[in-house]
């Protein structure tokens, strides 16, 4: 295969990507592409590409996941998602997920019971569900995550929203109860749970 264009990178702090006629485009190191000798237009066997591709560039997708980790727990998706923006051809996005997965370095459920654990005192069931959905966590793992992990009854939740908002459902008028109840309804909570506890 041919080498159709070497493009060095605006943010890539001495990287360039290196493009060929048959096959996906990589990223490297210019100290790389310099060592190796690699120009445009240069031919490049099948089995160097695959050195760059696997030994190379795939190594570095597994680093730029660890390191990634080791900065703040994400989920398979989030990890995906940056790996991606990164460059990192699919297939070695993959196998990245792949190989932390296998050591538990990345866990949706793991994530989603953390997530619940810190949050429940602040955030309704269904707001909880819907920022997990949100970061690519299956309604399954999330059910299962909430079963296991959430304490806090919806009630004591929306007592402790009114308290800080200094709403007194006794005293309230008409309108006031019913932007409470907009207000808690957007937070996640069911008609039946705002409504025991402003006692409309």
């Known amino acids: 295969m041919i080498?159709?264009?070497?493009s060095p990178l605006d943010h890539g702090k001495g990287k360039a990507q290196v493009s060929f006629d048959e096959k996906e485009a990589l990223i490297l190191y210019i100290s790389e592409i310099k060592k190796l000798g690699m120009e445009e237009q240069m031919f490049v066997s099948e089995e160097l590409y695959h050195r760059l591709f696997y030994e190379i560039v795939g190594k570095r997708a597994i680093k730029r996941a660890m390191h990634l980790l080791e900065k703040m727990d994400r989920t398979e998706q989030q990890l995906r998602k940056k790996l991606l923006e990164g460059g990192y051809p699919n297939e070695l996005v993959e196998e990245a997920i792949a190989y932390v997965k296998s050591y538990h370095y990345i866990d949706d459920e793991r994530y989603a019971r953390t997530f619940i654990?810190?949050?429940q005192d602040r955030r309704s069931i269904g707001r909880m569900k819907m920022d997990l959905f949100a970061k690519g966590i299956s309604s399954d793992t999330i059910d299962r995550a909430i079963n296991e992990?959430?304490?806090t009854?919806?009630?004591?939740l929306i007592q402790k929203l009114i308290e800080k908002k200094n709403f007194?459902?006794?005293?309230?008028?008409r309108q006031e109860t019913a932007?409470?109840?907009q207000y808690l309804f957007r937070k996640g909570f069911s008609r039946d749970e705002i409504m025991h506890v402003l006692k409309w």
């Open 149 to 151: 992990e959430y304490e």
């Open 168 to 173: 007194d459902p006794d005293t309230a008028t």
């Open 3 to 6: 080498i159709t264009a070497i």
């Open 117 to 119: 654990r810190l949050n």
């Open 179 to 181: 932007k409470m109840y």
């Open 153 to 156: 009854l919806p009630e004591t």
